[in-house]
């Protein structure tokens, strides 16, 4: 049985608020796939980062653009066990939308616990750390550190993550600053 983790980010440009374009991206990905020429032209199962195969294509329709890149690996301990990293990014007019999804496949499927722990592919902490690109969860500013919040926010901070197509999020006072894009 498959195990499948995702997470999905807007991406802005942190200079002027724009949407971040794909210039400014794809080299980032790229690079994280140790495979740098994916930033410019569409390949197919080229050697990248820890021996794995890297795919990328590009697909342009009416006003969006479409960039998948995709990792795929043999496990370091477990040789039936595989890992595909999936970048799909969205860059529309209004929004650069990037999602990344981690899964792991088995070839041998007898029932075993799972051993170890998935972690998030290292390009979303590399696109967090990234100075010119600012990340949100919605109207939520994401940075590559922990949020605190008081007791007084929790209450403010639930109802917009999970509400946040229902909410006006300048209503709550812990949401003002650089912390929320209101154009998200």
């Known amino acids: 049985m498959p195990l499948e983790l995702g997470t999905r980010l807007i ?6 608020g ?8 794809k ?3 790229a690079a994280w796939a140790e495979t740098p020429q994916a930033a410019g032209e569409d390949v197919t199962d080229a050697i990248g980062r820890s021996g794995g195969l890297v795919s990328a294509r590009t ?8 960039w998948e890149l995709r990792l795929r690996r043999a496990d370091d ?9 999936a970048v799909t990014t969205l860059f529309e007019p209004d929004r650069t939308t990037f999602v990344t999804r981690l899964r792991r496949d088995a070839t041998d499927h007898r029932l075993r616990p799972l051993v170890g722990t998935a972690q998030p ?10 100075e010119t690109v600012a990340c949100f969860d919605g109207p939520v500013r994401v940075e590559p550190r922990y949020r605190t919040l008081s007791a007084e926010d929790v209450a403010g901070f639930v109802e917009l ?18 912390g929320v894009d209101q154009r998200v």
């Open 77 to 85: 301990g477990e040789p039936s066990v595989t890992w595909t990293a």
């Open 18 to 25: 724009s949407p971040l374009a794909p210039e400014a991206l």
């Open 11 to 16: 991406l802005r440009s942190a200079a002027d």
């Open 59 to 66: 697909t342009v329709t009416d006003r969006r653009v479409q």
């Open 121 to 130: 592919p290292a390009v979303i902490r590399n696109i967090l750390g990234t």
């Open 161 to 178: 993550v999970l509400g946040a197509d229902d909410v006006d999020d300048r209503q709550h006072p812990w949401a003002s600053g650089s």
């Open 27 to 29: 080299p980032l990905v």
